[in-house]
């Protein structure tokens, strides 16, 4: 019997502030965390947290690893001695990008000073899989550590993988999430040439009036832990990962699938995965981009895999509050949807108002409402797709 | 056109980089090893591109590596340069 994995710490760094708490408090409020077409971690000062020092060996995307790190292991009651011994603690941090504001700033220095002049820091502090190695640093973990790079599905990419760490034996925890800084001009430029973002600098994913993403920035961290051990320590359990299924749509660099695609295996091998059936789904957190393309796939992927059920359910959209994370998504909206469950509460897709034809779920437009669920277990379904063709889906339940 | 390699110059590049890594300012002194002020092989290999790019004196890995105390930086710059 595979190994039960427990969800017992939570931390984030977004648009909408610093904190996990502060993240589901303030969508569900409907509060926006997005400010002249994009979502910056505004309230996010390194330096509160952080020392000089580590400032400086960090690019943005590897300090707000850390300090979703930090959240989340005070959260887990990991601060002091961890409750497992090192080497069994594995860590990875997915990015879609890496430190892209280091790689720009010192290729400027290069084309304007010279290559003399090329920090010695540029690549530790580039490269993608920096967060996963500063955040094994900060705690000491020792375990398997690395970087999962998938693009929009990176952040739940790394939560997936953690789950099977534990659920193979490889590690008893693991410190998982995803990370992303991208807001510089080289990265805004690029995705406006490809026509994924958004002209009007509004994220109103299952609108018809969308037109594409809004970046944002952030991370989110989550302890992961065997839950027997956890429950054996008295962890506070917030919650479990119940399944967790990855496909490809093998189709197209940036486009989905029409009728979802690689999107419905993951969501399929999420399902059974979890031995679960698509009624034991009472909520689903969409990746919900806000782009034509994907919020119509993803609608149809979800329909094909939970067939009238769907209708049944609430289905929104974190990016409407922050904007698309990128390789922090998966994980910021895992860390959303799990306190959504919580509470019982179904947060809102803000901004949506004028509904598309065909695109008909109950998206939860504009405002939170509660979460009726009937008696049932408190399991919803949070989705991540990747250009590249890349699927990861997970299933969370509330303890 | 660098600047002229003399002890008192050197302390001073030196005594002023140091600060950016981390180190405290009243920690610094000739005597003060690396290991004590927190200043590492990354901090090092960034110190010699300032001093490099002051003075036109390279210091090379195998020279980074034995150095100790900043005083013994400082000497080494010196001897390269003379």
């Not at chain 1, 839950?227 to 496909?247: D, F, K, P, W």
Request: net charge negative; hydrophobic share 40%; proline share 4%.
């Amino acid at each position: 019997m595979k190994r039960e994995v427990a969800i017992t710490g939570l931390g984030a760094v977004s648009p909408l502030g610093v904190g996990a708490r502060t993240l589901h408090e303030r969508w569900t409020a409907g509060q926006s965390g997005i400010q002249d077409g994009e979502g910056a971690a505004s309230e996010f000062e390194p330096t509160e947290f952080l020392t000089k020092k580590e400032v400086r060996r960090a690019d943005r995307f590897t300090q707000f690893a850390l300090v979703a790190s930090d959240e989340a292991l005070r959260e887990a009651g990991w601060e002091g001695e961890k409750p497992y011994p090192a080497e069994r603690i594995g860590c990875i941090i997915g990015t879609g990008i890496g430190g892209i504001g280091t790689l720009t700033h010192n290729h400027q220095v290069l084309l304007e000073e010279g290559a003399k002049k090329v920090s010695p820091l540029a690549i530790p502090l580039m490269m993608g899989n920096a967060g996963a190695g500063a955040v094994s640093m900060r705690h000491g973990l020792r375990g398997p550590s690395y970087a999962t790079l998938s693009a929009c599905a990176a952040g739940a990419h790394s939560i997936g993988d953690s789950v099977r760490l534990i659920e193979h034996g490889d590690a008893d925890a693991v410190v998982t999430g995803g990370s992303e800084a991208a807001l510089v001009p080289l990265a805004r430029a690029a995705f406006a040439a490809l026509d994924a973002l958004s002209d009007t600098g509004i994220s109103r994913p299952f609108d018809v009036r969308r037109d594409g993403f809004v970046m944002g920035e952030g991370a989110a961290v989550l302890v992961l832990e065997d839950a027997e051990q956890a429950r054996a320590r008295g962890a506070n359990i917030l919650g479990y990962v119940r399944g967790y299924g990855a496909s490809s749509d093998a189709y197209h660099l940036t486009a989905p699938e029409k009728d979802g695609g690689g999107a419905i295996e993951a969501m399929r091998s999420a399902l059974a995965d979890a031995g679960l059936q698509p009624e034991d789904i009472v909520y689903v957190n969409a990746h919900g981009t806000s782009t034509p393309l994907n919020d119509r796939a993803e609608t149809q992927a979800i329909k094909t895999v939970l067939g009238d059920h769907a209708h049944e359910i609430p289905v929104s959209s974190t990016k409407s509050a922050i904007g698309h994370l990128l390789g922090a998504a998966g994980s910021v909206e895992a860390v959303a949807t799990l306190l959504a469950l919580r509470d019982r509460i179904a947060p809102p897709t803000l901004g949506h108002e004028e509904p598309e034809e065909g695109l008909d779920l109950d998206y939860v437009p504009g405002k939170a409402r509660p979460l009726e669920i009937d008696g049932k277990r408190a399991i919803a379904m949070s989705n991540a797709f990747g250009f590249g063709g890349h699927n990861a889906v997970l299933l969370l339940e509330a303890a | 056109m660098a600047t002229a390699v003399t002890p008192e110059a050197v302390e001073k590049v030196v005594f002023d980089a140091l600060p950016q890594f981390g180190a405290d300012p009243s920690d610094i002194t000739r005597e003060a090893t690396f290991e004590d002020l927190d200043v590492d092989s990354l901090d090092l290999a960034e110190l010699s591109q300032i001093i490099e790019d002051e003075f036109g004196v390279q210091l090379k890995g195998d020279d980074v590596g034995k150095i100790k105390t900043v005083g013994d930086a400082i000497d080494l710059v010196v001897s390269r340069a003379g």
